[in-house]
């Protein structure tokens, strides 16, 4: 499919980080309107610092970036202009349906803003977002494994008094010293209020931290999950079950999960039959959009059936059932007139 063809595509991702959302052009937009601080004024100079190209040299590469991104969260408003800008960035890249992540913790860490006020905010500013562009973004908070279970368990908490604008929970962070059945009391609250699961788990090691994520913590879908490849009994566990893996092969390159794209294991996942959504994370940070992504994944997969790949997605959906018909209504009128 040529390029101007997936950029006008319905496109639905369920893996985008509102941080990775932060382009150097919303940066200075904030340093104007709010005072937050940036290091560079200049676009050019600005995306030198901001942006990741090639594989990290060491993590404190990629959280230097984190840090960046964090300070420039100066109060509630800034948050909810981010959230809007956000939605409007996808909605120009053709996407019709996005679940938004945000972890509260980490927005509001840098100026010590309320988690209750960055939910609300993320709330409005994709709301404003959606009625200006006709995306529609349910949301899902995160939790990041270093925080421990028991503000693991406040944040999800906060997820489920904010219900229906928030659809899902996801656990991120640190797999190497924080193994997710620690985590299981938060996901079984959440799960109890009639939220969703998806667990990041298994990108760079511990591939059982797949079937924890599963059987113990209930989660529907799994945050990349390529280390389950060489694990037969695993493979069988994700695609008995119907779990999708939230593939973004860019940011597994970057973050140094595979040596290059082209030797990423989603071909050989595929073809074994576990479902694949395609994502691009954390778009900004590596200066990708999610059809520059979808062009990506069909040179590494000869044959891809991009808009199979899009309804796929959209089956693996946390969002309400109208709005994942609606989107999957506008694919299919799409792709009857392309």
Known sequence: MDR???????????????AGCITPEIALEMAERFGAPVPERDPVALARV???????RSLQEVLSRFDLIARLFVSPEAVRYAACRAVEDAAADGISYLELRFSPGFTG?????????VAEAVAEGTLEGMRRTGCQVPLIVIASREM?????LETFRL???NRPRVVGVDLAGDEDNHPPERFREAF???LSHGLAATVHAGEQAFPENVATAILQLGARRIGHGIRIVDRPDL???VRERGVALEISVTSNWIVGAVATPGEHPMRRLIRSGVPVSLNSDDPALFGISLSSELELCERIVPGLDLVAAQRLALDH??????EVGRARLGLYEWSTRA
């Open 188 to 190: 079984d609250l959440a």
């Open 4 to 18: 101007d063809l997936i950029r006008s595509m319905p496109k639905a991702e369920l893996h985008r980080h509102l």
């Open 317 to 322: 959906a946390f969002g309400d059932p109208v």
């Open 109 to 117: 860490y840098a100026h010590a803003l309320p988690h209750e006020a």
């Open 148 to 152: 421990g279970p028991e503000l693991c």
């Open 235 to 237: 493979v069988d566990l």
């Open 159 to 161: 997820a489920a008094r």
């Open 50 to 56: 901001m942006v990741l190209k090639q594989p990290l």
